[in-house]
């Protein structure tokens, strides 16, 4: 059984920065080939991917983050972090790690307000 379990949200001003956190665990699960994902759920509003990060470190990013977030990951502590900068109200969703082929978080609340 793999478990995803995000961190690092909250509430921040707009123009401020967070980071947020995904630890994976599982005994059988190879952190290292996995593709990550990062997307987001705001009330009223579909499941957005933000970003991806590839085994071999290539990324995408959504236009909406494109310059304002970076995606990263150690594979020694499998771990996975999306550092959002410049935050915006429209940033402010529930961030959800996933993991190929088909591993999910809970959700870590980001609230973006003044």
């Known amino acids: 059984q793999v478990r995803l379990v995000e961190s690092g949200g909250g509430l921040v001003q707009p123009g401020g920065s967070l980071r947020l956190s995904c630890a994976a665990s599982g005994s059988t699960f190879r952190f290292a080939f996995a593709t990550m994902g990062w997307y987001r759920r705001a009330p009223g509003k579909q499941r957005e991917l933000v970003a991806t990060m590839a085994s071999d470190g290539r990324t995408t990013y959504s236009d909406s983050v494109k310059g304002r977030s970076t995606i990263s990951r150690d594979n020694a502590k499998n771990t996975g972090y999306l550092q959002m900068n410049s935050l915006k109200p429209d940033d402010a969703a529930v961030y959800y790690c996933?993991?190929?082929?088909?591993?999910w978080g809970q959700g870590t609340q980001v609230t973006v307000s003044s």
């Open positions: 996933m993991l190929t082929p088909n591993y």
